[in-house]
């Protein structure tokens, strides 16, 4: 049989997160990325997803390397679980192994995993893979993709990337490097969908520099800028915006401190040792004279941002005429306490500016301009759009045919999918590999499924009754019932509400008296109560019925 490579999905397809490629050839693996996803709404209490590594560990012999392509947590964050089960190589860019390292040692895993780092135009040798860095511009310093070199030709895999023409950190797609690659011949393009479809151009990093530094520049009052921590780029805009007009820094938030900090250490952020003040300091700087850093961009419950605008900092009290810019976008399913933050520091008399007001964000991925810049450098034999929901992996599907992929060649692959090619041919298989969502709560890795996230969404609707009944069989005696209710109706209706329902028991007891024969099952007791509930109050809590004999 002729051997063959197979490009294995395991998350990002079909889904915004939790980025993760198996590539396969004869005994040897590798896998690109390995992310995690941010549960939505049904995923009641869940705190992550991962990918599911199932098969991974099956075939744990054939994995040799994970590559990296950069930093941001759906890249990056399934990294410790994944190293729990099989300790391979991790390569990647310097400040992704900054990342990677604080999080393994949050799990225990600091000096147990051999992290290398790897540069643009690095070649890592792995059995029949060369794997090349190559830079592209993203929301994140140091971010690549990767050329890969397999026995049925080239593969590339951008990562996630945009052009950017003036990038405050000198941080550019490799468009020479593509096209070069490119006219040696590409068999297939795996590249970022995220905004397949938006028309046009992102906007430069620039934009954002100008519009930050004219803020800065106007106001005569404090400024509280929030953003995400892991945009460096976006930090170093405020930090030198800061320092031309003489004011001090001060940096909160954990994710936020623990970046700068890092990122200073590396000598990816540039800033006087001055700058930088201290919590004791904060609060007698003129308020002309201070920028606060902080986090809360997303609205996040626990951030500093969020806090400020609850009025419960420790430190930090909303003054009127502050202003307020919050340098980010909401990520999809945040919109909602993104805008309550807003709401509440207008209230508070503060002066917030955000994207919709002014260019204080761009975006870290390519639009349709872009993308279709990427597919005539490469032009590549086969193309499959990755990171993206499906109706982004059909549209990059569309637009890669429009760009001249023959249109048996433009495939939308699924998470499982194989991918199967030869040296001169290319199959979707029929069969697929299981990749399931892997849900983390507290301690417990895998161990709630679909039908325990269910059962959470139920409970979190109507609320519980639990019905205590105390039934003696011999006398046919219905004796003491208890009735406690939680998050089904507010207290000062309590009482009546529990009244009805014992009527309801009591009645349902004496018509099963009045039978000849006697069948009492919790079950049914329940069902009858539940009718009864949903009659009176229009409401489907849980009910429990529980008969004490
Ligand atoms: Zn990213
Ligand atoms: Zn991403």
Known sequence: ???????????????????????????????????????????????????????????????????????????????????????????????????????????????????????????????????????????????????????????????????????????????????????????????????????????????????????????????????????????????????????????????????VGMARQLGYLKIKADTIISKKEVNNIKPSKLLIICTGSQGEPNAVLTRMAKGIHQIIDIKKDDTIILSSNPVPGNEMSVASNINKLFRLGANVIYNKMENVHVRGHAAIDELSIVHKAVKPELFAGIHGEMRHLFLHKKLAIKNGVKKDNAFVLENGDILEITKDKSILLKNKIDSDYIFIDGKGIGDIDEEVLIDRNELSKDGVVVCRINYNYKNKELKETNIFSFGVIKDDLIDDFHNKIIDNIENYFNKLNSERFIDIDEDKISDNISLFISKDIRRRPLVLALLVK
């Open 1 to 259: 049989m002729m051997e063959q490579l197979k490009v294995i999905p395991f998350g990002g397809l079909g889904e915004i997160g939790k980025n993760m490629m198996l590539l396969e050839y004869d005994n040897t693996g590798i896998v690109i990325d390995c992310g995690i996803m941010f549960p939505r709404e049904e995923h009641v209490g869940v705190d992550v997803i991962i990918p599911d590594f199932r098969y991974l560990k099956k075939n744990q012999k054939k994995l040799k390397a994970i590559f990296i392509t950069h930093g941001h947590e759906d890249h990056i964050g399934g990294l410790p679980y994944l190293l729990k089960q099989i300790n391979v190589p991790v390569y990647c860019s310097k400040l992704a192994k900054g990342l990677i390292t604080n999080k393994l040692k949050e799990h225990g895993l600091k000096n147990k995993v051999t992290v290398n780092v790897i540069g643009a135009g690095d070649i890592t040798q792995v059995g029949p893979f060369k794997a090349e860095f190559f830079s592209v511009a993203h929301s994140i310093p140091d971010a690549g993709g990767y050329i890969i070199n397999t026995p049925v030709g080239n593969i590339v895999h951008t990562g996630d990337f945009k052009i950017d023409d003036n990038p405050i950190m000198q941080q550019f797609t490799d468009l020479d490097r593509l096209k070069e690659v490119g006219n040696e011949g590409v068999r297939l393009l795996l590249a970022d969908s995220t905004y397949a479809e938006i028309p046009g151009h992102t906007q430069s990093e620039k934009i954002v520099e100008e519009t930050l530094h004219k803020l800065i520049s106007q106001s005569k009052n404090r400024i509280i800028l929030s953003t995400f921590a892991s945009l460096i780029s976006r930090i170093q805009i405020a930090i030198d915006a800061a320092e031309k007009n003489d004011r001090k820094i001060f940096v909160t938030g954990t994710s936020m401190v623990n970046n």
